[in-house]
């Protein structure tokens, strides 16, 4: 049984019978799958995250004081002032509570100056 397996295999040919031989066609060929997979993959995931990393600069050197801001932690505040040098947001919370952070840690602006944004709803307590 196995002699039939290798004398079938031996009058295929060398190249595995009827595929293309060596060259620079079959080089192209073997390497096409690869480069089909690289350019998925810059269109996918590499150009959408560049894109998104540079609408985060520009949001985060559009920011201003007065600015109703979303940090990554989910704290809510607006923008008292800057430290520039240190790259420093300080953000009012509360009255009287002012806390510092990077500003990386912006997630992104609601709006700006309003104290409230369109999409908060008012605090009630029913008693």
């Keep these: 049984m196995l002699d039939f397996l290798i004398t079938s295999a031996h009058a295929m040919g060398g190249n595995g019978g009827g ?3 060596g060259g620079p066609a079959g080089l ?11 350019v ?3 269109f996918l995931i590499i150009r ?5 990393q540079r609408e985060q600069k520009t949001m985060l050197d559009s920011i201003q004081k007065g600015d ?9 505040g607006t923008v008292a002032g800057f430290k520039e040098k240190e790259g420093i947001v300080i953000l009012k919370v509360a009255e009287n509570i002012k806390i510092e952070l990077s500003k990386g840690a912006v997630a992104r ?3 700006s100056g309003d104290s409230k944004s369109d999409n908060e709803a008012p605090v009630t307590t029913d008693k």
């Design 109 to 111: 602006v609601v709006k």
């Design 40 to 42: 998925v993959m810059y």
């Design 19 to 21: 595929a293309p031989s």
């Design 28 to 38: 192209f060929a073997s390497f096409l799958p690869f480069f089909l997979i690289i």
């Design 68 to 76: 109703r801001i979303v940090t990554t932690g989910g704290i809510h």
């Design 48 to 52: 959408p995250q560049v894109k998104r």
